[in-house]
């Protein structure tokens, strides 16, 4: 067979059957591939920063790695701000990205650039494929690197490989279970948390907070009086009633040290000690405190879930912790804020539902708020770069299309990568994006505030709002084949949450924010 | 002063006061300076391939390198697609990127990255200012390598050092004339056009297309009988009516050879020898008979201009060559397509006009009739890195404010980087793009039938088709603040090209074009 449908041999016997993708004329054997090998589904993106960014939401729920598929160099790049995003995430994705026939690279024709090293800065794993007969192994190398090493994998495949005959499918090795921790560390951790109460602190991260994980940490919590947190940004964390709340650390770094400040003991359990997102003149760049004692009970990609498991064993920590039970959540009323959002979020989250957060200053009240929603995952930006959660909610709803997604997402951050609306459309995904249209890239007018001690000035502004003109979401959403409305009060965001979630396809709510008379405070 | 401000002083000392930017937290001292600095504009697109692709057109048409600000590793991602196709075009671009300060890179930040790895591959100069005081010094440093090597200069600024008092202004040396090519090459070339008609061959590209350079060049080929022809792709030719007609060297490999198969001797002026965009199974790389001799009279980024004013005085080809007188373009009738297109766009072509041209398979006639249009610019995607005439158009407009510039762009090239257009509403910029609405990848298409001998299956074309849902291109463009019309007849498309020619600001045709039983095949 061809070098090209061994390749899609090998996805799809190690269960990958969807390869997200914008391919281009060094790809058309893999293209055509789709047709000879029958069993990869190909979905079409406009842009590869979409099919990047839905990559990372499709392995965040499917489970397992996705693929996608690109157009040599410039394609890469492209598809590069969400890569880093879910090298960030830890998610596992398999890059397949043509390159030029091997004879043809050397006469450098217009679309010739050194692929490996654009794939580097972004991928935990680069190849080119040699030769057709190898292209078999070395896709298996790369599923088995994406999945080992959490993140990109990027398999660059010459033209010629591709179409040439000569392939033989491989089989990836079964994925292996996460490395559990030194039964010492867990030794440890009990004697930290022994007496300290609530200057004892568990910071959850990674795969720690999924439904069991969150859980054993509360009866840890329950038991000995510590705290509990999770990163500022997390991959996949259970939250909803029924579950205990575990406050974020907050993302600017005065609240975090606030947040931290009496904590003796920070006990991280697949979480990375904080730092600052950002440096500042004159601060420091974590907000731990430097009395601080941090130790590592399961470090990024261990399994915490069993480290924790060992710790409540360890304490003889039996007992579910209580939760508190809230009044079911309530439709708000009046001008849309960061609160009046949140509440209808929860008022209207299914159970079992999925919430990709972009929100940024607007998101502010998200996770306190959505306490009390139906249980659901919380999905965030994991690497920064914004523009994430739209393609986010693309691919989660491709990996798992038995739950509803909803994406809150800036007005700046959704600009980015607005085309990943047209693949919703396309695909009919039920996905609501609610777009909080604060008509500026708020977050930068109070850091602007932090760094300079003061707000943007006449010439500096232009590069920080929206407005002038305001954006109509609605209308580009219509553009791209998504039903949108757009909403001015709180009452009537929650209706439209209520009839986007009554049916079937995407759909897109265009909130616009109450205006703010200062940057909000970010907390 | 402030680092930021001194990078600013530089800037503008050396004659560039313009930045397109979408800056982030850490480059908000360089946000801040725009104010304290008072002599740079600040730009603003909502995506950084817009910010790079408009730098090219800016710097071609204004003729000074452009300025880009963007944010950290993923931003600097963003952008490029578009750094390629700018560095392909030799366009003097210098990007400033921010970085974080220096004591925060080590602490690993979610949005941390190796920003100088991922520059590179884009950019034909990197460096990071080590210290205030360098910020002035290492900007002109980047001013100058631009315009001295000819494509994006990628200078990286850490947040402290733009943040901190230190810095000073440095001035830019004056730009060194282009060298000019040795005297013997100019012997040489006089020599090997000698008697040999049209068996002989001028290759055009860069500079040498300029109105000047054309004209000297249509007067050796009337003296020698030579052919002239144009690259494929043009940074800024001088086309239409009182010019040359110069042809393109096809884009597609057999029609190149077809091109270029009775020449004896290649003359190249600023050009490459060809060679194939793509590899295809069993065929050469380059369209070049193996029998052509080829010689360089002036390498890429030399003055071809010189070149072909020496060789006019070697062959005393004093007179002007004949023009053709044909009729003044007229209206066109009927459905749209290749042809259609063209005429309407001769017919409204203003004198002095730009066309930014990205239209692919529905652009295939746009030279050749275009020759008979007021004389204009033209300007070709340089990279082939899909996505870039609607940021093209939008710099060109930034460049040369008195000019209307025509856009012509592909539905799926213009899905890349749509949002061009806000930019163009805020700015209140003169262009008028066209969107061929064939709904496909067309290209690729044809391209899947030359390497694959056959149409693509059902699995293979979602991937390349772009109906299901069709795009609404004027729904698209209201949202960015854009007018729009749809149309779907050439005598509409004459009339919407007219209406928009006469007014000022952006507005928007989405062309509808007729449909074709096969993929048209491209030449």
Redesign the interface.
């Known amino acids: 067979m061809k070098g090209a449908q061994a390749i899609y041999e090998t996805l799809y016997r190690a269960g990958v059957d969807t390869i997200l993708?914008?391919?281009?004329?060094?790809e058309?054997?893999l293209?055509?591939a789709?047709?000879d090998a029958?069993t990869?589904?190909?979905?079409?993106a406009?842009?590869e920063?979409v099919v990047s960014g839905a990559a990372d939401g499709y392995s965040r729920m499917a489970g397992k790695p996705a693929a996608t598929?690109l157009h040599l160099?410039?394609?890469l790049?492209?598809a590069?701000?969400n890569l880093?995003?879910a090298r960030?995430a830890r998610s596992p994705v398999v890059n397949v990205v043509g390159e030029?026939?091997r004879?043809?690279v050397a006469?450098?024709?217009?679309?010739t650039?050194?692929i490996e090293?654009?794939a580097?800065?972004?991928s935990r794993w680069v190849r080119t494929i040699g030769a057709t007969a190898e292209a078999g192994r070395d896709t298996a190398a790369a599923i088995a690197a994406a999945r080992r090493l959490g993140g990109p994998a990027t398999l660059i495949v010459p033209?010629?490989v591709a179409?040439s005959e000569g392939g033989t499918p491989a089989d990836t090795p079964a994925a292996m279970a996460p490395a559990r921790p030194d039964a010492a560390l867990v030794d440890l951790a009990a004697g930290l948390l022994g007496g300290r109460g609530p200057r004892a602190m568990l910071l959850l991260g990674g795969g720690a907070l999924g439904a069991r994980g969150v859980t054993l940490a509360h009866r840890i919590a329950s038991h000995t009086g510590a705290r509990l947190a999770s990163e500022t940004?997390n991959r996949r964390a259970a939250r909803g009633a029924g579950r205990p709340f575990i406050p974020k650390v907050p993302y600017m770094g005065e609240a975090a040290e606030a947040f931290l400040k009496d904590v003796d003991v920070l006990l991280l359990v697949e979480a990375r000690s904080p730092?600052?997102?950002?440096?500042?003149?004159g601060k420091r760049?974590?907000p731990v405190s430097p009395g601080t004692r941090v130790e590592t009970l399961a470090a990024p990609g261990e399994d915490g879930g069993w480290a924790l498991e060992a710790l409540c064993e360890r304490l003889g920590a039996a007992t579910p912790g209580r939760l508190p039970q809230g009044p079911a959540p309530q439709g708000p009323a009046g001008p849309i804020d960061a609160v009046s959002l949140a509440r209808a979020l929860a008022h209207r989250m299914p159970e079992g539902g999925v919430l990709c957060d972009e929100a940024i200053t607007s998101g502010l009240a998200l996770p306190e708020v959505l306490a009390a929603a139906a249980p659901y995952d919380h999905l965030d930006l994991?690497?920064?770069?914004?523009?994430g959660a739209l393609p986010l909610s693309t691919g989660a709803a491709l990996g798992d299309p038995s739950r509803r997604v909803t994406c809150v997402s800036g007005d700046?951050s959704a600009?980015?990568t607005?085309?990943a609306l047209?693949t919703q459309?396309?695909e009919n995904l039920d996905v609501t994006t609610v777009i909080c249209a604060n008509r500026s890239y708020a977050?930068?007018a109070y850091?602007?505030l932090q760094?300079?001690g003061r707000l943007?000035?006449?010439?500096?502004l232009?590069?920080?709002?929206?407005d002038?003109?305001?954006?109509?979401?609605?209308?580009?959403a219509?553009?791209?084949?998504v039903e949108a409305v757009t909403v001015d009060t709180a009452e009537a965001l929650d209706d439209a949450l209520g009839a986007a979630g009554a049916r079937r396809g995407p759909f897109l709510i265009e909130a616009v924010m109450a205006p703010v008379a200062l940057p909000p405070r970010v907390t």
Do not use: C, K
């Open positions: 993708a914008n391919p281009g004329t060094s058309m054997a293209v055509r789709l047709d029958g990869i589904r190909g979905v079409l406009l842009f920063g598929l160099g410039p394609g790049a492209n590069g701000a880093h995003n960030r030029h026939a004879g043809h006469l450098d024709a217009p679309l650039t050194d090293a654009i580097r800065p972004f033209a010629d179409w940004f730092v600052n997102f950002f440096g500042y003149p760049g974590t994991m690497g920064g770069a914004i523009g700046g600009l980015y607005i085309q047209w459309a396309r977050i930068l850091e602007h760094i300079e943007p000035g006449p010439r500096a232009p590069v920080l709002s929206l002038r003109p305001a954006v109509g979401f609605a209308g580009l219509r553009g791209f084949g």
